[in-house]
């Protein structure tokens, strides 16, 4: 197989003729042989079809025509045109094109080497008439020649170092590292120089390497803190020309313990009462050290002093600052002054810098002690007692004692703080100080009584009381949860149904300690006491049968060991149901028993039919009878004119049925009397009589007064509002009741004269009225 072939005309001094070096795709180079014929170089070679001149392309091309690449040739082009060269691979067709008859290559783009430094491509010669190849393919490179158009670039825009403060000359601090993007192995356009910019002369770089180190020494970090050091690197081995780039370190001085704390003044003055309590802070003092972290850390203490008894010194780890707290209670009848001799230290020293001198200061803290009406002091910080909880009323538990520490000796009160006794079990003499019981404990309740008890003569002052509430059993054990469990119907006898155990909210020394018994002696369930406050239920007999019995109730007696003894009752469940033969319960129902033995799914199935037919039935007939149009009172309804009022109440809620008086269901003979009826005009009516503008409708009212009662004392009126509807019209009316019931009873009793008087709509009804009254008389 054939292949492209990078062809380099080299020169050499010692050779009479230039030598042709090739280097095969493959990076293999072999020599071919060479004649000279005059100005032109002839080349021998056998069984060789193809011939170019060149295979190196520079890089970052400008020009305004296409780069040319070099020109591919085929031996076997007779040169009459008829051969075509087809390019194909990398870029072919994009970036190289080559001319189909002369089979010149050129770059129609501009290249970068440092986005791909060579190209593999493949040619071949094809006859341009047959369309046949001359000849197979060859693969031939074209390598892109490096130019230096990129500049150093630092792996980071800004470094960040630490160097130790008073470090010597030399001392590494770090390596910064840039990079060339162009080709190293071809000319010096990735040989890098560093260079410092900015930064001297307190460091210096190292021009191959990059390594910044300090270039003067007894840097003190006091002094100043921070430097910023430009570095630069540039290419071309730094000549002119060469391209560069820097970068920022930002360089920045640790701190040595090189400073000893040193006091501001040799004297401090504080001042405090003499009241304050122990623990209680005096003052601060601080003493500085330029250090920093723990360098600065410091550490007070007390070396000297007639007040080295009465004060002490705490190191504040946070502000570094001496506090001076109260160790023991300050007296100012006895002593008004107190002094002591504070010394302060470094925690952390260097011994490289001891040569400084020695690392601490002290200083002289003088406090005074101010006067005051000091409050009463208890005996003790707290008191602690002990009761038992069924300890009677009135009963003392101990004393709590006080004096006056001032000289006057007042006499001193004592209480105790309601708020820490809200339900005021305690009583505190206010002269002696003696604690007695107001109420009765329980332990059980509370274990611990935390009062609060105040002793004052002109001022107050308070102590803690701890009273302990001791147990006594005073409460019987029960179970620990409420107990239901199934015995099987098949079970045998001395088989385990239940484990129980119990609780005791009493809390003896030595433990709790149960007893189970049964209260009495049962035939059918027994029980096994398994002394570690559980027991076990055991069945007596085999053979349950739900039919006799589907439910026991098993009383346990549960008693403890502790004086006085003891003892509950508490009552077991027990169901007994249906179980398969491995004792897993199926059914515990006593009438799924009783369907399963007398019912058959058919049965059951015709009794729910009849039972849904007799309901439907039921609904249909009330249905029926609802629709039942009642008799009416008056035949018909031009007889008669209706005033209905429509009351928007519902009714029938509780207000109602509290209202409604049962009492008349229960005695309804005392009210038959007073009952009216609803079909007949009332007796009270009075002759027809024009009445006068205030008494026009008195009837009426009278009438409405009549039916309420009616319906207040009717012990068949349902226990709601309902509406109630009466035909009459009263005797206000000037036409009077057209009510047929009315006319039938009082019709010769009335004159209809007036009737002529109303006009002639009326004039047929007085014709009637007016001449059957006449034809009568």
Known sequence: MNHFLWLLPLVFPHLSSPVILLERSDGNLFHWNHL??????????SKRDWMWRQ????EEYT???YQYVGKLRSDKDRGDGTARYVLSGEGAGTIFRIDEKSGDLHATQRLDREEKASYTLQAQAFNKITGLPLEPATEFIVKIHDINDNEPKFTKAVYTASVPEM????????????????????????KLVYSILQGQPYFSVEPETGIVRIALSNMDREVRKEYQVVIQAKDMAGQMGGLSGTTMVNVTLTDVNDSPPRFAYSSYHLSTYESAEIGSTVGRIKANDGDEGENAEMKYRIVDGDGKEYLDIITDETTQEGVMVIKKKLDYESKRVYTVKVEVTNTHQDPNFTVLGPFLDTAIIKVTAKDVDEPPVFSRPQFVFEVNEDTPKGIAIGTITAWDPDATHYPIQYAIDQHTDPERLYHIDPKNGSITILKSLDREVSKWHNISVLASEISKSRVPVLIKVLDVNDNAPEFAMIYETFVCENVKAGQLIQTISAIDTDDPLVGHKFVFTLSSMNPNFTIFDNEDNTARILTRRSGFNRREMSVYYLPVVISDSDYPIQSSTSTLTIRVCSCDATGNMRSCSVDALLLSAGLSTGALVAILL?????????????ALKKQRRKEPLIISKEDVRDNVVSYNDEGGGEEDTQAFDIGTLRHPEVIESNKLR???IPEMLFPYHRPSPMKECADVRDFIISRLQENDTDPFTPPYDSLATYAYEGNGSIAESLSSLESSVTEGDHEYDYLSNWGPQFK???????????GVA
């Open 36 to 45: 000279m014929k005059g100005d032109k170089l002839v080349l021998h070679r």
């Open 55 to 58: 295979f190196f392309l520079s």
């Open 63 to 65: 020009g305004s025509n």
């Open 167 to 190: 470090s010597d000359i030399g001392t590494f601090v770090i390596e910064v590292n840039a990079t060339d993007a162009d080709d190293a192995t071809y000319g010096n356009s990735a």
């Open 610 to 622: 009849c039972i849904l037919i007799l309901l439907m039935i039921v609904v249909l007939f009330s």
């Open 678 to 680: 609803r079909d007949i």
């Open 764 to 774: 047929k009804l007085a014709d009637m009225y007016i001449g059957k009254d006449t």
